[in-house]
C-alpha cells in the first residue's frame, strides 16, 4: 500500500483520564494546502456530526497554532503531507496524564479524578461509537440507521474538535502524512493541547497509576467500549455509506482485557488463548509492557505473544476435525493464514485449532537497512542498560567540628612531646636496674 491509497487518516490517543470533551487535532503544516484543509474540515464536521447525532459528545477543534502532538501519523505526514489526518485525544495544548507512556501510567494515577474504571469504559465506549459513525459516514455518503438507544445509543459522550493550531500528538499518522499529506486522517485521544496521563508510555503506566481517578474497572470498560462502538460505527458508515444495523457491545470482553493487560496476566482470557501444554503458568500480576530493543531480531516479547494469539482468538474462525499436532504445521503450508492451538473456552477439555490471518513482522527501522548512515528520512533509537542502583554518601565535616578536631590534635601532640621529654630526661633513673640487696 502507498500513501496515495490513504483516503483519511484517523488516528484515536489517549482518552483516560476522561473529560466530557474530546479533542480533535489536526496538522497545521499539511492543512495550509487548500485541498487538504478542506478535506480535513470535512473529517472534523462528520466527526462532530457523528458525535452530536449519535453520542450526546462534544468533539472540539484543538487550539490554533499548537504543532501536531506526537503521534504515529507525524510519520505518514512527514512523507506526505497530502494525507487528510486528525488525530483524538483527550487534551488539547498539553497532556492531561503526566505520566503518558511512562512506567507510571496506570490505572491508579489515571483515577486521579476519582472517577471509577465505570465511568472511564463508558466514556470510552462513547467515543469509539461516535468516531465509528463518522468514519462510516465518510466512506459510504449516508449517516448509519439509527440503532434503539439501549441496544447502540452511546451516552454522556462528547467528541471535540481539539483546540486550533495544535499540532498533531504522536501518533502512527504522522509518519503517513510526512509521506503524503492528501491523506485524510484524525486522532482520537482523551485530550486536547496536553495530555491526561502523565506516565503515558512510561514504566510506571501501570493500573495503580490508571486508577488514580478512583473508577473501577467497569466504568473503564464501559467507556472504552462505548468509545469503540462509536469509531466502529463511523468506520461502517465510511466504507458502505449506510449506517450500522447493530453495533454489539461486549464490555464484558473490554473489562477481561483490561484485567489481563493492567492488572493480573493470569485471567481467564489469556488461558483461553494459550495452550497449556507448551505454556508456562502466568502470575498473577500486571503483565510487563515495556518493549526493549531486541539486539537478535528473534525475540517476541511475551506482551506481544498474547497480544497476538487475542486477536487471532477474537477475529479468526475455527477449524473442525484438526489434532493438536496437525494445527501449528498448517501455518508453513498456508501463506496467507497462521493457525494456533488454545485450550478454548472454559468446558472445552480438548483445545481448539484458530485460523487467523493475525501475523508478527519485525519492528526495524529502515535506518538500519540503509547504507546512506547520514540520512535522517528514519529514525533509530537506543536503550540504556544499567545494574541495580547504588548510593554512596560523602561526609564533610563542619567548620567548628574541623576546628575542634585539629585543636584536640594539637593539644595531644603537645602533650606527648612533654611526656617524652620528661621520660627521656629520666630515662637513667627510670630504666637503669639496681641491684639486689644483700648480694
Known amino acids: ?58 468533539f472540539l477543534t484543538s487550539s490554533a497554532g499548537h504543532a501536531l502532538p506526537p503521534s504515529s501519523v507525524q510519520r505518514f505526514l512527514r512523507k506526505d503531507k497530502n494525507i487528510s489526518a486528525v488525530y483524538i485525544a483527550n487534551h488539547d495544548g498539553t497532556f492531561e496524564n503526566r505520566y503518558y507512556n511512562s512506567m507510571f501510567d496506570t490505572v491508579e494515577n489515571l483515577n486521579s479524578t476519582g472517577r471509577t474504571l465505570d465511568d472511564v469504559a463508558e466514556h470510552l465506549t462513547r467515543v469509539a461509537s461516535a468516531v465509528a459513525s463518522a468514519v462510516h459516514k465518510l466512506l459510504t455518503g449516508k449517516d448509519p440507521v439509527e440503532v434503539p438507544q439501549e441496544r447502540l445509543r452511546v451516552k454522556n459522550l462528547t467528541f471535540l474538535t481539539s483546540s486550533a493550531g495544535h499540532a498533531l500528538p504522536p501518533s502512527s499518522v504522522q509518519r503517513l502524512l510526512r509521506k503524503d499529506k492528501n491523506i485524510s486522517s484524525v486522532y482520537i485521544a482523551n485530550h486536547d493541547g496536553t495530555f491526561e496521563n502523565r506516565y503515558y508510555n512510561s514504566m510506571f503506566d501501570t493500573a495503580e497509576n490508571l486508577n488514580s481517578t478512583g473508577r473501577t474497572l467497569d466504568d473503564v470498560a464501559e467507556h472504552l467500549t462505548r468509545v469503540a462502538s462509536a469509531v466502529a460505527s463511523a468506520v461502517h458508515k465510511l466504507l458502505t455509506g449506510k449506517d450500522p444495523v447493530e453495533v454489539p457491545q461486549e464490555r464484558l470482553r473490554v473489562k477481561e482485557l483490561l484485567e489481563c493487560y493492567v492488572m493480573n496476566a493470569s485471567c481467564a482470557l489469556f488461558h483461553e488463548v494459550l495452550d497449556r501444554l507448551v505454556t508456562r503458568p502466568l502470575k498473577s500480576n500486571p503483565l510487563s509492557l515495556y518493549i526493549s530493543v531486541d539486539p537478535t531480531g528473534s525475540m517476541i516479547h511475551p506482551a506481544a505473544r498474547l497480544t497476538k494469539l487475542v486477536l487471532s482468538y477474537f477475529t479468526g474462525t475455527v477449524v473442525e476435525n484438526v489434532p493438536r499436532n496437525n494445527c501449528s504445521s498448517r501455518t508453513q503450508l498456508d501463506k496467507v493464514f497462521q493457525f494456533d492451538w488454545m485450550d478454548g473456552p472454559e468446558g472445552n ?19 538500519f537497512e540503509s547504507e546512506d548512515v547520514g540520512s535522517e528520512e528514519y529514525s533509530t533509537w537506543t536503550e540504556s542498560v544499567w545494574e541495580e542502583a547504588s548510593l554512596r554518601i560523602f561526609l564533610t565535616p563542619s567548620w567548628k567540628q574541623q576546628v575542634t578536631t585539629l585543636s584536640l590534635g594539637v593539644v595531644i601532640f603537645l602533650v606527648s612531646l612533654a611526656l617524652v621529654h620528661v621520660v627521656n630526661s629520666e630515662a637513667a633513673v627510670l630504666f637503669t636496674p639496681r641491684a639486689l640487696v644483700g648480694v
Open 349 to 367: 477439555s480438548s483445545g481448539i485449532c484458530v485460523k487467523s490471518s493475525v501475523m508478527f513482522t519485525i519492528a526495524k527501522s529502515p535506518a
Open 1 to 58: 500500500m502507498r500513501s496515495h491509497h490513504i483516503l483519511h487518516f484517523v488516528e484515536i490517543g489517549q482518552l483516560a483520564p476522561h473529560k466530557p470533551e474530546v479533542y480533535i487535532h489536526t496538522d497545521p503544516l499539511s492543512t495550509k494546502d487548500a485541498k487538504v484543509n478542506a478535506s480535513v474540515s470535512e473529517l472534523v464536521k462528520t466527526f462532530k456530526e457523528s458525535a452530536f447525532k449519535e453520542a450526546n459528545l462534544t
